[in-house]
């Protein structure tokens, strides 16, 4: 594998590219300036955050790139049937997907994506018997504060590589 490649919103992705670089020994794109520093066709590991379960960038760095696995940085927490939802439905090929919990910046989202996310956020609230990961959701959505980049979030893809 080359390089890990992302597509970044508000810089939960571009960080956590930053330190699976530092770990699995990669450098680090951006996909826009991967287009300088790789071929068409080289192998890479492509990270990017999602929004309304489409995964940003995903179908730029795949017409260019050999994905040998993607990372979706988003609200919710990793789980296997999740990865795989999320493979399917962006056309992730058979490459292992992986999920790492990001955060949201809701100042850096276009006025559109702010609306839809606080319909969302709305109806969930409101919603009696919401599931835990919901819950969470809605804690990453409001809280205020950052969350932290740890390698923890990532110890389950750094895992794989090291294997």
């Not at 300036?33 to 068409?40: I, P, S």
């Not at 940085?73 to 919990?101: L, Q, W, Y």
């Not at 994506?113 to 835990?132: C, G, H, I, T, V």
Request: glycine share 10%.
């Amino acid at each position: 594998m080359k390089a890990i490649v992302f597509e970044s919103h508000a810089g939960h992705t571009k960080a956590y590219a930053q330190l699976l670089g530092e770990k699995l020994n990669l450098p680090v794109y951006s996909l826009q300036e991967a287009r300088t520093h790789l071929a068409k066709g080289d192998e890479i590991l492509f990270m990017g955050w999602m929004m309304a379960g489409i995964l940003k960038g995903w179908k730029k760095a795949k017409r260019r790139y050999a994905a040998k696995a993607v990372c979706a940085v988003g609200m919710a927490s990793h789980t296997e049937e999740a990865a795989g939802k999320i493979g399917k439905k962006n056309g992730c090929g058979d490459g292992p997907v992986f999920m790492i919990r990001g955060g949201l910046d809701m100042d850096k989202l276009k006025p559109l994506y702010r609306m839809m996310m606080e319909k969302l956020l709305s109806f969930l609230e409101k919603k009696q018997d919401r599931p835990a990961d919901m819950q969470g959701l809605i804690d990453v959505a409001r809280s205020k504060e950052d969350l932290p980049v740890t390698e923890e979030a990532v110890s389950h893809v750094i895992a794989y590589f090291e294997a």
